[in-house]
Protein backbone atom coordinates (compact mmCIF):
# COMPACT_ATOMS: atom_id res chain seq x y z
CA UNK A 1 0.00 0.00 0.00
CA UNK A 2 1.28 3.45 -1.09
CA UNK A 3 1.31 6.26 1.58
CA UNK A 4 1.19 10.07 1.55
CA UNK A 5 1.61 12.97 3.63
CA UNK A 6 -1.41 13.71 1.55
CA UNK A 7 -4.14 11.70 -0.62
CA UNK A 8 -6.21 14.66 -2.91
CA UNK A 9 -9.27 13.39 -4.18
CA UNK A 10 -9.72 15.32 -7.36
CA UNK A 11 -8.05 16.99 -10.49
CA UNK A 12 -10.06 20.21 -11.12
CA UNK A 13 -9.08 23.66 -9.74
CA UNK A 14 -9.10 23.50 -6.01
CA UNK A 15 -7.49 20.01 -6.05
CA UNK A 16 -4.57 20.60 -8.20
CA UNK A 17 -3.79 23.67 -6.81
CA UNK A 18 -3.55 21.87 -3.16
CA UNK A 19 -1.40 19.09 -4.66
CA UNK A 20 0.77 21.37 -6.17
CA UNK A 21 1.65 23.66 -3.06
CA UNK A 22 1.62 21.16 -0.54
CA UNK A 23 4.85 19.11 -3.06
CA UNK A 24 5.84 22.44 -2.84
CA UNK A 25 5.88 22.46 1.08
CA UNK A 26 8.38 19.44 0.52
CA UNK A 27 4.81 16.66 1.55
CA UNK A 28 4.78 13.50 -0.73
CA UNK A 29 1.22 14.14 -2.40
CA UNK A 30 -0.85 11.67 -4.87
CA UNK A 31 -3.91 12.82 -6.63
CA UNK A 32 -7.01 11.00 -7.75
CA UNK A 33 -8.58 11.93 -10.26
CA UNK A 34 -12.11 9.84 -11.89
CA UNK A 35 -12.26 12.10 -15.74
CA UNK A 36 -10.26 14.05 -16.74
CA UNK A 37 -7.36 16.51 -14.91
CA UNK A 38 -8.32 20.38 -15.01
CA UNK A 39 -12.06 19.46 -13.93
CA UNK A 40 -15.26 21.09 -14.32
CA UNK A 41 -13.34 24.57 -15.19
CA UNK A 42 -10.98 23.23 -17.98
CA UNK A 43 -12.93 20.91 -19.40
CA UNK A 44 -16.94 21.59 -19.05
CA UNK A 45 -17.06 24.77 -17.74
CA UNK A 46 -15.31 28.56 -17.91
CA UNK A 47 -13.04 27.78 -20.40
CA UNK A 48 -14.32 26.13 -23.39
CA UNK A 49 -17.75 28.09 -21.82
CA UNK A 50 -15.76 31.67 -22.42
CA UNK A 51 -14.60 29.90 -26.36
CA UNK A 52 -17.63 29.61 -27.03
CA UNK A 53 -18.72 33.05 -25.96
CA UNK A 54 -16.23 34.62 -28.38
CA UNK A 55 -17.29 32.71 -31.23
CA UNK A 56 -21.10 33.83 -30.37
CA UNK A 57 -20.18 37.71 -30.45
CA UNK A 58 -19.01 37.56 -33.71
CA UNK A 59 -22.73 38.20 -34.98
CA UNK A 60 -23.03 40.88 -33.48
CA UNK A 61 -19.73 42.51 -34.81
CA UNK A 62 -20.17 41.56 -38.15
CA UNK A 63 -24.01 43.49 -37.90
CA UNK A 64 -22.28 46.46 -36.11
CA UNK A 65 -19.16 46.53 -38.79
CA UNK A 66 -21.66 48.17 -41.76
CA UNK A 67 -21.78 51.23 -39.43
CA UNK A 68 -18.01 51.72 -39.61
CA UNK A 69 -18.15 51.19 -43.20
CA UNK A 70 -16.76 47.23 -43.74
CA UNK A 71 -18.96 45.67 -46.30
CA UNK A 72 -18.80 41.71 -45.78
CA UNK A 73 -20.36 38.47 -47.45
CA UNK A 74 -22.94 37.15 -45.66
CA UNK A 75 -20.68 35.43 -42.53
CA UNK A 76 -20.87 31.41 -42.31
CA UNK A 77 -20.72 29.49 -39.13
CA UNK A 78 -19.31 26.06 -38.88
CA UNK A 79 -19.96 24.59 -35.19
CA UNK A 80 -17.48 21.50 -36.48
CA UNK A 81 -14.65 23.31 -36.74
CA UNK A 82 -15.63 25.37 -33.62
CA UNK A 83 -15.80 22.38 -31.63
CA UNK A 84 -12.76 20.45 -33.10
CA UNK A 85 -10.39 23.79 -31.88
CA UNK A 86 -11.93 23.98 -28.71
CA UNK A 87 -12.19 20.62 -27.78
CA UNK A 88 -8.05 20.55 -28.66
CA UNK A 89 -7.42 23.46 -26.52
CA UNK A 90 -9.30 22.01 -23.78
CA UNK A 91 -6.80 19.19 -24.11
CA UNK A 92 -3.78 20.89 -24.89
CA UNK A 93 -4.75 22.57 -21.35
CA UNK A 94 -5.23 19.19 -20.17
CA UNK A 95 -1.68 18.38 -20.93
CA UNK A 96 -0.51 21.08 -19.20
CA UNK A 97 -1.98 20.39 -16.01
CA UNK A 98 -0.92 16.86 -16.15
CA UNK A 99 2.62 18.28 -16.80
CA UNK A 100 2.90 20.57 -14.39
CA UNK A 101 1.45 18.29 -11.47
CA UNK A 102 3.88 15.55 -12.17
CA UNK A 103 7.09 18.42 -12.32
CA UNK A 104 5.76 19.28 -9.02
CA UNK A 105 6.25 15.77 -7.70
CA UNK A 106 2.84 15.04 -7.69
CA UNK A 107 1.69 11.09 -8.43
CA UNK A 108 -1.24 11.08 -10.74
CA UNK A 109 -3.83 7.83 -10.25
CA UNK A 110 -6.69 7.34 -11.91
CA UNK A 111 -9.67 6.44 -10.79
CA UNK A 112 -12.52 6.69 -8.60
CA UNK A 113 -11.87 7.06 -5.28
CA UNK A 114 -13.56 6.60 -1.76
CA UNK A 115 -12.71 6.86 1.69
CA UNK A 116 -12.69 3.77 3.65
CA UNK A 117 -11.11 4.88 6.85
CA UNK A 118 -9.65 8.60 8.28
CA UNK A 119 -6.29 8.02 6.18
CA UNK A 120 -7.41 5.44 3.42
CA UNK A 121 -8.58 5.78 0.27
CA UNK A 122 -9.18 3.02 -2.09
CA UNK A 123 -9.92 3.53 -6.11
CA UNK A 124 -12.12 1.45 -7.90
CA UNK A 125 -9.48 -0.52 -9.60
CA UNK A 126 -8.30 -1.59 -6.41
CA UNK A 127 -5.69 0.13 -5.50
CA UNK A 128 -4.92 1.30 -1.45
CA UNK A 129 -3.35 5.02 -0.98
CA UNK A 130 -2.82 5.75 2.65
CA UNK A 131 -2.94 9.60 3.19
CA UNK A 132 -1.69 11.60 7.04
CA UNK A 133 -3.94 13.60 5.36
CA UNK A 134 -6.77 13.57 2.81
CA UNK A 135 -8.25 16.54 0.65
CA UNK A 136 -11.83 16.00 -0.85
CA UNK A 137 -11.86 18.01 -4.17
CA UNK A 138 -14.37 16.17 -6.22
CA UNK A 139 -16.39 19.62 -7.13
CA UNK A 140 -20.02 19.10 -8.02
CA UNK A 141 -22.41 17.90 -10.91
CA UNK A 142 -25.36 19.36 -12.89
CA UNK A 143 -28.60 18.78 -10.77
CA UNK A 144 -31.48 16.88 -12.48
CA UNK A 145 -33.96 18.95 -10.93
CA UNK A 146 -37.84 17.84 -10.33
CA UNK A 147 -38.20 14.39 -12.59
CA UNK A 148 -40.78 15.04 -15.36
CA UNK A 149 -41.67 12.33 -18.38
CA UNK A 150 -39.37 12.47 -20.98
CA UNK A 151 -36.73 13.74 -19.39
CA UNK A 152 -34.04 12.35 -20.97
CA UNK A 153 -34.53 13.99 -23.85
CA UNK A 154 -33.18 16.79 -22.45
CA UNK A 155 -29.13 17.67 -21.77
CA UNK A 156 -27.26 19.23 -19.07
CA UNK A 157 -24.70 21.59 -19.11
CA UNK A 158 -21.88 18.84 -19.71
CA UNK A 159 -24.22 17.54 -22.56
CA UNK A 160 -24.10 20.96 -24.08
CA UNK A 161 -20.50 20.49 -25.09
CA UNK A 162 -20.84 17.01 -26.68
CA UNK A 163 -23.16 18.75 -29.13
CA UNK A 164 -22.09 18.07 -32.82
CA UNK A 165 -23.95 20.50 -34.38
CA UNK A 166 -25.97 23.89 -33.88
CA UNK A 167 -29.53 23.06 -33.07
CA UNK A 168 -31.65 25.06 -34.39
CA UNK A 169 -34.75 25.64 -32.23
CA UNK A 170 -33.43 25.85 -27.89
CA UNK A 171 -35.68 25.49 -24.75
CA UNK A 172 -33.10 26.92 -22.06
CA UNK A 173 -34.72 25.82 -18.57
CA UNK A 174 -33.07 27.80 -15.68
CA UNK A 175 -32.33 31.68 -14.94
CA UNK A 176 -28.93 31.17 -13.19
CA UNK A 177 -25.59 32.31 -15.04
CA UNK A 178 -24.97 29.22 -16.88
CA UNK A 179 -28.91 28.46 -18.27
CA UNK A 180 -28.22 32.35 -19.78
CA UNK A 181 -24.46 32.28 -20.65
CA UNK A 182 -25.29 28.88 -22.56
CA UNK A 183 -28.55 30.20 -24.18
CA UNK A 184 -26.42 33.79 -25.09
CA UNK A 185 -24.04 31.52 -26.79
CA UNK A 186 -26.85 29.78 -28.47
CA UNK A 187 -28.45 32.39 -29.52
CA UNK A 188 -25.18 34.79 -30.94
CA UNK A 189 -24.43 31.36 -33.07
CA UNK A 190 -27.69 31.65 -35.19
CA UNK A 191 -29.98 29.25 -32.57
CA UNK A 192 -33.60 30.79 -31.93
CA UNK A 193 -33.68 30.17 -27.70
CA UNK A 194 -36.58 30.19 -25.58
CA UNK A 195 -35.86 30.46 -21.70
CA UNK A 196 -37.95 29.11 -19.32
CA UNK A 197 -37.15 30.20 -15.64
CA UNK A 198 -40.36 29.26 -12.21
CA UNK A 199 -39.62 33.26 -10.78
CA UNK A 200 -40.42 36.28 -12.35
CA UNK A 201 -37.31 37.53 -12.87
CA UNK A 202 -33.32 35.93 -13.94
CA UNK A 203 -30.88 35.90 -11.64
CA UNK A 204 -31.68 35.52 -8.35
CA UNK A 205 -29.21 37.00 -5.86
CA UNK A 206 -27.99 39.48 -8.24
CA UNK A 207 -28.48 43.27 -7.80
CA UNK A 208 -32.27 43.77 -8.97
CA UNK A 209 -31.83 47.07 -10.80
CA UNK A 210 -29.26 45.20 -12.87
CA UNK A 211 -30.92 42.04 -13.38
CA UNK A 212 -34.06 43.59 -14.88
CA UNK A 213 -31.80 46.11 -17.13
CA UNK A 214 -29.97 42.58 -18.57
CA UNK A 215 -33.48 40.88 -18.87
CA UNK A 216 -34.76 43.71 -20.92
CA UNK A 217 -31.77 43.48 -22.88
CA UNK A 218 -31.69 39.99 -23.83
CA UNK A 219 -34.54 40.24 -24.66
CA UNK A 220 -34.52 43.21 -27.17
CA UNK A 221 -31.75 40.42 -28.79
CA UNK A 222 -34.40 38.27 -29.11
CA UNK A 223 -34.04 36.26 -26.38
CA UNK A 224 -37.67 34.45 -25.49
CA UNK A 225 -38.22 34.39 -21.67
CA UNK A 226 -40.90 32.55 -20.25
CA UNK A 227 -41.21 33.52 -16.16
CA UNK A 228 -43.56 32.14 -14.15
CA UNK A 229 -43.39 28.80 -15.78
CA UNK A 230 -42.38 25.36 -15.39
CA UNK A 231 -41.12 22.60 -18.03
CA UNK A 232 -44.18 19.56 -17.19
CA UNK A 233 -42.60 17.08 -19.64
CA UNK A 234 -40.98 16.66 -23.01
CA UNK A 235 -41.72 14.37 -25.96
CA UNK A 236 -40.13 13.59 -29.53
CA UNK A 237 -42.40 13.80 -32.16
CA UNK A 238 -41.64 14.01 -36.09
CA UNK A 239 -41.04 17.58 -36.21
CA UNK A 240 -38.92 17.47 -33.02
CA UNK A 241 -38.99 17.70 -29.28
CA UNK A 242 -42.17 18.90 -27.93
CA UNK A 243 -41.88 20.89 -24.66
CA UNK A 244 -45.08 21.37 -22.28
CA UNK A 245 -44.95 23.89 -19.92
CA UNK A 246 -47.22 24.06 -16.91
CA UNK A 247 -49.84 26.32 -18.23
CA UNK A 248 -50.80 24.06 -20.79
CA UNK A 249 -49.00 25.48 -23.54
CA UNK A 250 -46.12 23.59 -25.80
CA UNK A 251 -42.84 24.81 -27.31
CA UNK A 252 -41.20 23.11 -30.19
CA UNK A 253 -37.51 22.50 -30.02
CA UNK A 254 -34.64 20.32 -31.08
CA UNK A 255 -32.93 20.74 -27.98
CA UNK A 256 -33.78 21.08 -24.70
CA UNK A 257 -30.90 22.60 -22.11
CA UNK A 258 -31.56 22.33 -18.37
CA UNK A 259 -29.37 23.96 -16.78
CA UNK A 260 -30.91 23.69 -12.81
CA UNK A 261 -28.37 24.04 -10.31
CA UNK A 262 -25.11 21.90 -9.40
CA UNK A 263 -25.02 19.28 -6.61
CA UNK A 264 -21.90 18.62 -4.18
CA UNK A 265 -20.36 15.83 -6.01
CA UNK A 266 -20.74 13.23 -2.21
CA UNK A 267 -22.08 10.06 -3.72
CA UNK A 268 -19.87 6.91 -3.25
CA UNK A 269 -17.44 8.75 -1.65
CA UNK A 270 -17.51 7.16 1.64
CA UNK A 271 -18.27 10.00 4.07
CA UNK A 272 -20.90 7.78 6.42
CA UNK A 273 -18.32 5.15 7.21
CA UNK A 274 -15.95 7.71 8.50
CA UNK A 275 -18.07 9.87 10.10
CA UNK A 276 -18.66 12.72 7.96
CA UNK A 277 -22.68 14.13 7.66
CA UNK A 278 -23.56 16.60 4.71
CA UNK A 279 -25.26 19.71 5.28
CA UNK A 280 -28.66 20.06 3.91
CA UNK A 281 -27.34 21.15 0.30
CA UNK A 282 -25.29 17.44 0.44
CA UNK A 283 -22.03 19.49 0.75
CA UNK A 284 -19.53 19.02 3.32
CA UNK A 285 -19.51 20.81 6.35
CA UNK A 286 -16.03 22.37 6.70
CA UNK A 287 -14.45 25.42 9.07
CA UNK A 288 -12.46 28.37 8.08
CA UNK A 289 -9.26 26.49 7.45
CA UNK A 290 -11.69 23.98 5.23
CA UNK A 291 -11.23 21.39 8.01
CA UNK A 292 -13.84 19.04 7.98
CA UNK A 293 -15.23 17.21 11.30
CA UNK A 294 -12.39 14.27 11.20
CA UNK A 295 -9.10 16.19 11.75
CA UNK A 296 -7.14 14.49 9.22
CA UNK A 297 -9.69 14.80 6.37
CA UNK A 298 -10.16 18.53 4.54
CA UNK A 299 -12.08 19.70 1.67
CA UNK A 300 -12.36 22.79 -0.65
CA UNK A 301 -13.86 24.14 -3.64
CA UNK A 302 -17.66 23.10 -5.05
CA UNK A 303 -18.07 20.20 -2.59
CA UNK A 304 -18.33 22.59 0.15
CA UNK A 305 -20.52 24.71 -1.46
CA UNK A 306 -19.81 27.63 -0.33
CA UNK A 307 -19.04 30.18 -3.03
CA UNK A 308 -18.88 27.64 -6.43
CA UNK A 309 -16.07 29.39 -8.65
CA UNK A 310 -12.94 28.77 -9.80
CA UNK A 311 -10.62 31.24 -7.97
CA UNK A 312 -12.25 30.66 -4.84
CA UNK A 313 -11.88 26.58 -5.12
CA UNK A 314 -8.12 27.79 -6.22
CA UNK A 315 -7.68 30.03 -3.14
CA UNK A 316 -9.24 27.78 -0.51
CA UNK A 317 -6.71 24.66 -1.85
CA UNK A 318 -4.19 26.53 -1.98
CA UNK A 319 -4.89 28.29 1.67
CA UNK A 320 -5.19 24.68 2.95
CA UNK A 321 -2.08 23.54 1.55
CA UNK A 322 -0.37 26.32 3.54
CA UNK A 323 -2.08 25.61 6.26
CA UNK A 324 -1.21 22.06 6.64
CA UNK A 325 2.10 21.80 4.93
CA UNK A 326 3.84 25.31 4.91
CA UNK A 327 3.06 26.54 8.68
CA UNK A 328 1.60 29.41 7.12
CA UNK A 329 -2.51 29.09 8.72
CA UNK A 330 -4.56 30.82 6.48
CA UNK A 331 -7.72 30.85 6.20
CA UNK A 332 -10.57 32.28 3.31
CA UNK A 333 -12.24 35.55 3.15
CA UNK A 334 -15.38 34.62 1.64
CA UNK A 335 -17.43 38.22 1.07
CA UNK A 336 -15.78 40.13 -1.73
CA UNK A 337 -16.17 37.73 -4.74
CA UNK A 338 -15.56 39.95 -7.76
CA UNK A 339 -17.78 38.04 -10.65
CA UNK A 340 -18.72 38.08 -14.32
CA UNK A 341 -21.77 36.39 -16.45
CA UNK A 342 -20.98 36.39 -19.39
CA UNK A 343 -24.04 36.52 -21.48
CA UNK A 344 -24.54 38.87 -24.11
CA UNK A 345 -24.42 41.60 -22.76
CA UNK A 346 -22.39 40.66 -19.68
CA UNK A 347 -21.82 42.17 -15.87
CA UNK A 348 -19.46 42.38 -14.12
CA UNK A 349 -20.02 42.51 -10.14
CA UNK A 350 -18.32 43.20 -6.90
CA UNK A 351 -19.10 44.11 -3.49
CA UNK A 352 -23.21 44.38 -2.23
CA UNK A 353 -26.17 44.12 -3.84
CA UNK A 354 -28.63 47.66 -3.76
CA UNK A 355 -30.52 45.59 -1.42
CA UNK A 356 -28.36 43.68 0.86
CA UNK A 357 -26.21 47.17 1.22
CA UNK A 358 -29.31 48.54 2.47
CA UNK A 359 -29.23 46.73 4.98
CA UNK A 360 -25.72 47.01 6.35
CA UNK A 361 -25.41 50.84 5.58
CA UNK A 362 -28.91 52.70 5.50
CA UNK A 363 -27.55 55.82 4.37
CA UNK A 364 -26.79 54.46 1.24
CA UNK A 365 -26.09 56.54 -1.93
CA UNK A 366 -26.89 54.86 -5.36
CA UNK A 367 -24.55 56.51 -8.48
CA UNK A 368 -25.50 55.28 -11.84
CA UNK A 369 -24.52 55.64 -15.14
CA UNK A 370 -27.10 54.80 -18.02
CA UNK A 371 -26.10 55.43 -21.47
CA UNK A 372 -25.68 53.84 -24.91
CA UNK A 373 -21.85 53.34 -25.32
CA UNK A 374 -19.79 55.68 -27.91
CA UNK A 375 -18.90 52.04 -30.43
CA UNK A 376 -23.12 52.17 -30.67
CA UNK A 377 -23.34 55.75 -32.72
CA UNK A 378 -21.95 55.03 -35.46
CA UNK A 379 -22.74 50.72 -35.58
CA UNK A 380 -26.46 51.91 -34.38
CA UNK A 381 -26.69 49.18 -32.17
CA UNK A 382 -29.95 49.86 -29.54
CA UNK A 383 -28.11 48.36 -25.77
CA UNK A 384 -27.29 50.48 -23.41
CA UNK A 385 -25.22 49.58 -20.59
CA UNK A 386 -25.91 50.43 -17.10
CA UNK A 387 -22.85 50.98 -14.30
CA UNK A 388 -23.62 51.20 -10.90
CA UNK A 389 -22.08 52.40 -8.02
CA UNK A 390 -22.89 52.18 -3.99
CA UNK A 391 -21.63 54.24 -1.59
CA UNK A 392 -22.05 53.77 2.37
CA UNK A 393 -22.40 58.00 2.94
CA UNK A 394 -20.86 57.83 6.75
CA UNK A 395 -17.56 56.21 5.30
CA UNK A 396 -17.66 57.56 2.03
CA UNK A 397 -16.55 53.91 1.03
CA UNK A 398 -17.66 52.28 -2.29
CA UNK A 399 -19.47 48.96 -1.01
CA UNK A 400 -20.77 47.61 -4.38
CA UNK A 401 -20.47 47.99 -7.92
CA UNK A 402 -22.86 46.46 -10.73
CA UNK A 403 -22.29 46.46 -14.53
CA UNK A 404 -24.23 45.54 -17.59
CA UNK A 405 -22.30 45.91 -20.52
CA UNK A 406 -19.31 45.21 -23.24
CA UNK A 407 -16.37 44.59 -20.90
CA UNK A 408 -18.28 44.93 -17.18
CA UNK A 409 -16.40 42.01 -16.16
CA UNK A 410 -13.39 43.33 -16.56
CA UNK A 411 -13.79 46.26 -14.91
CA UNK A 412 -15.70 43.89 -12.14
CA UNK A 413 -12.00 42.62 -11.88
CA UNK A 414 -10.03 46.17 -11.29
CA UNK A 415 -12.85 47.42 -9.08
CA UNK A 416 -12.13 44.38 -6.77
CA UNK A 417 -8.85 45.77 -6.45
CA UNK A 418 -10.47 49.31 -5.08
CA UNK A 419 -13.12 47.77 -3.12
CA UNK A 420 -10.43 45.23 -1.61
CA UNK A 421 -8.46 48.45 -0.58
CA UNK A 422 -11.29 50.14 0.55
CA UNK A 423 -11.80 52.82 -1.93
CA UNK A 424 -13.92 55.80 -1.09
CA UNK A 425 -16.20 57.66 -3.54
CA UNK A 426 -13.83 60.43 -3.07
CA UNK A 427 -10.69 58.11 -4.33
CA UNK A 428 -12.59 57.35 -7.18
CA UNK A 429 -13.00 61.08 -7.97
CA UNK A 430 -9.06 61.88 -7.38
CA UNK A 431 -8.85 58.90 -10.05
CA UNK A 432 -8.38 60.54 -13.55
CA UNK A 433 -9.99 59.08 -16.13
CA UNK A 434 -9.00 57.09 -19.23
CA UNK A 435 -10.75 58.93 -22.17
CA UNK A 436 -12.65 57.79 -24.22
CA UNK A 437 -13.91 54.47 -22.79
CA UNK A 438 -17.11 53.43 -21.23
CA UNK A 439 -15.16 52.41 -17.51
CA UNK A 440 -14.43 56.89 -17.41
CA UNK A 441 -18.03 56.67 -16.06
CA UNK A 442 -16.76 54.93 -12.92
CA UNK A 443 -14.56 57.83 -12.00
CA UNK A 444 -16.59 60.91 -13.56
CA UNK A 445 -19.88 60.49 -11.58
CA UNK A 446 -20.98 63.45 -9.54
CA UNK A 447 -24.18 63.25 -8.21
CA UNK A 448 -25.95 60.43 -6.86
CA UNK A 449 -28.89 58.89 -8.68
CA UNK A 450 -30.47 58.06 -5.26
CA UNK A 451 -29.68 58.80 -1.76
CA UNK A 452 -31.17 56.51 0.43
CA UNK A 453 -32.86 57.58 4.24
CA UNK A 454 -31.35 61.35 3.62
C1 LIG B 1 -20.83 25.55 -17.51
C2 LIG B 1 -20.03 26.10 -16.36
C3 LIG B 1 -19.46 27.34 -16.48
C4 LIG B 1 -18.71 27.86 -15.43
N1 LIG B 1 -18.15 29.08 -15.59
C5 LIG B 1 -17.41 29.62 -14.60
C6 LIG B 1 -16.77 30.87 -14.78
O1 LIG B 1 -16.91 31.53 -15.81
N2 LIG B 1 -16.01 31.36 -13.77
C7 LIG B 1 -15.82 30.65 -12.60
O2 LIG B 1 -15.11 31.13 -11.72
N3 LIG B 1 -16.43 29.45 -12.41
C8 LIG B 1 -17.20 28.92 -13.38
N4 LIG B 1 -17.79 27.69 -13.20
C9 LIG B 1 -17.63 27.00 -11.90
C10 LIG B 1 -16.26 26.30 -11.78
O3 LIG B 1 -16.10 25.45 -12.88
C11 LIG B 1 -16.19 25.54 -10.47
O4 LIG B 1 -16.47 26.41 -9.41
C12 LIG B 1 -14.79 24.94 -10.24
O5 LIG B 1 -14.45 24.09 -11.29
C13 LIG B 1 -14.77 24.19 -8.92
O6 LIG B 1 -13.53 23.59 -8.74
P1 LIG B 1 -13.40 22.29 -7.83
O7 LIG B 1 -11.92 22.00 -7.71
O8 LIG B 1 -14.17 22.45 -6.60
O9 LIG B 1 -14.12 21.12 -8.64
P2 LIG B 1 -13.95 20.61 -10.13
O10 LIG B 1 -13.20 21.55 -10.97
O11 LIG B 1 -15.30 20.21 -10.57
O12 LIG B 1 -13.05 19.31 -9.97
C14 LIG B 1 -13.50 18.17 -9.31
C15 LIG B 1 -12.82 16.95 -9.93
O13 LIG B 1 -13.01 15.82 -9.10
C16 LIG B 1 -13.22 14.68 -9.89
N5 LIG B 1 -13.92 13.68 -9.07
C17 LIG B 1 -15.17 13.76 -8.55
N6 LIG B 1 -15.43 12.69 -7.78
C18 LIG B 1 -14.31 11.92 -7.80
C19 LIG B 1 -13.95 10.68 -7.19
N7 LIG B 1 -14.79 10.03 -6.37
N8 LIG B 1 -12.73 10.17 -7.44
C20 LIG B 1 -11.85 10.83 -8.25
N9 LIG B 1 -12.14 12.00 -8.85
C21 LIG B 1 -13.35 12.54 -8.62
C22 LIG B 1 -14.05 15.21 -11.07
O14 LIG B 1 -13.94 14.37 -12.18
C23 LIG B 1 -13.40 16.58 -11.29
O15 LIG B 1 -12.35 16.51 -12.24
C24 LIG B 1 -18.53 27.11 -14.22
C25 LIG B 1 -19.12 25.85 -14.10
C26 LIG B 1 -19.87 25.35 -15.16
C27 LIG B 1 -20.49 24.00 -15.02
Redesign the pocket.
Known amino acids: MAAFDLVV ?7 VRAARIAAGHGASVAL ?5 LG ?3 VI ?3 VP ?2 LMVYASRFAQEFEEAAGYGWTLQEPHFNWATLKMRRDAEVARLEGIYRHNLLSSGVQIFT ?4 LTDAHTVVLDGGTTLQGKHILI ?4 APANGPAIPGQDLAID ?1 NGFFDLTALPQRVVVQGAGY ?1 AL ?2 ACVLQGLGAKVQVVLRGDQILRGFDDEVRKHLAEALTASGLQLHTGRNLTAISRDASGLQVQLDDGSSLAADCVLRALG ?1 NP ?1 TQ ?2 GLEAVGIALDQHGAIPVDAFSQTAIPSIYA ?4 TNRV ?4 M ?1 IREGHAFADTVFGAKPRSVDHTLVPT ?1 V ?1 TTPEMGVVGLTEEAALQRYPHLDVYRANFRPMKATLSGHQGRMLLKLLVDRDTDRVVGFHGVGPDTGEMAQLLGVALQLQATKASLDATLAVHPTAAEELVTMRTPAVRHNL
Open positions: IGGGSGGVEEYRGTCRGCKKGQARATGASIELRNGLVGDVNLTPAAF
